[in-house]
């Protein structure tokens, strides 16, 4: 009997972490002194994230968002301790570190100047920014008060992607020459209001599944793109909903790309090297990869690291970040640069946004 496959996100994310329900929290992935977080948000992907520490025995210690009765249900849900009145009153309180943001892509600047200004680490999750230049500012704050800020898209922090890049910059697999990474998911047109199909909330297939596409090319390119080449179709709302488009960097290594937002297709990246090619399916949260080996086709499994625990690997990054590791702190350098790659397609397509304009 076939298993059926998740329908979205959050249903896999619930298989994922019934798959632990029964097993030890690993003892390697919190190492660093731990931080006392509060969250901003109070969405799907902030009650992954309080499940995901739930299984370490951690919670966050606050919550603020823009409806009171909310948080108040979050907080009950998954104990947290405090319900802030305003966002300004998560800033002064000394009995917190750091800062997860999961609220919609366009509000994140905001929050990330009074967070960071206010001396907080910042978590915050994808897209961390809506373009370049925000990112830009929120970088300069970051340095300019002493703290981490860090982007929260699972590709840069999952076990398995840091063994794989281990190897390759080894030399293991010879060189990079091409990523092909595939990402489709279907989001209903009757939900134009949505966060997925509206302008207003930043909304569009770039900035919700092209992060990710685009990140695990960075991550194993030798630099950044500087060429771009692509086509993308409009929903009316004026986002975008598909697109095709090629990247080639100065060691003219090629990405090649396929986003839709209203068509399934599988979540594949193949990485392809001179000794190999690696095949990561449902590489967002990935725990697994095949590699075909060239010179003679046979098959290496690598499995590192469990899906279900995502979100505490972004978590422990950070902290590990803040206790001295500049391998975690630049993590940052590879997100800016997918930044600069979303923020020109979307300008090269027209794709603006209200707090761009």
């Known amino acids: 009997m076939v298993t059926p496959v998740p329908v979205d996100a959050a249903a896999a994310a619930n298989a994922a972490f019934a798959a632990v329900a029964d097993k030890p929290f690993p003892e390697d992935i919190f190492t660093a002194p731990e931080l006392r977080w509060a969250s901003i948000g109070c969405g799907v992907i902030a009650k992954q994230m309080a499940q995901s520490l739930a299984l370490a025995g951690r919670t966050v210690q606050g919550i603020y968002n823009r409806t009171r009765s909310k948080a108040e249900a979050f ?9 802030y009145d305003s966002v300004e009153e998560l800033y002064a309180d000394p009995e917190i570190d750091a800062i997860y943001i999961s609220t919609p892509h366009n509000t994140h600047i905001q929050y990330l100047r009074g967070a960071l200004a206010a001396g907080k680490h910042v978590l915050c999750e994808k897209a961390i920014t809506l373009n370049s230049e925000e990112l830009d500012e929120a970088r300069s704050l970051a340095r300019e008060h002493n703290v981490v800020l860090m982007d929260a898209t699972t590709i840069f922090h999952m076990p398995l992607y840091r063994e794989l890049l281990s190897r390759a910059q080894a030399g293991e697999f010879g060189r990079l020459h091409l990523a092909q990474v595939n990402f489709g998911s279907f989001r209903d047109y009757n939900d134009v209001n949505g966060r997925f199909w509206n302008r207003s909330l930043a909304g569009g297939a770039m900035l919700d599944i092209g992060v990710y596409a685009l990140s695990i090319a960075r991550l194993f390119m030798e630099s950044k793109p500087d060429e771009i080449v692509s086509l993308a179709n409009m929903f009316k709302t004026g986002v975008d909903e598909e697109s095709g488009f090629v990247t080639r960097n100065a060691e003219g290594q090629l990405g090649v790309f396929s986003l839709s937002f209203h068509a399934k297709q599988p979540k594949r990246a193949d990485l392809c090297f001179d000794d190999c090619y690696i095949e990561v399916m449902s590489y967002p ?33 950070l902290e590990q970040a803040v206790a001295g590791d500049e391998s975690k702190a630049r993590l940052l350098d590879y997100a800016a640069d997918v930044m600069d790659v979303m923020t020109k397609l979307r300008r090269d397509w027209g794709v603006v946004y209200p707090e761009e304009e």
């Open 75 to 83: 907080a009950e849900q998954y104990g947290v301790a405090k319900v």
């Open 285 to 317: 949260r990935a725990d697994h990869a095949t590699i075909v080996w060239t010179n003679d086709g046979h098959i290496e499994e690598v499995a590192l690291g469990e899906e279900a625990y995502a979100l505490c690997y972004e978590i422990a990054d």
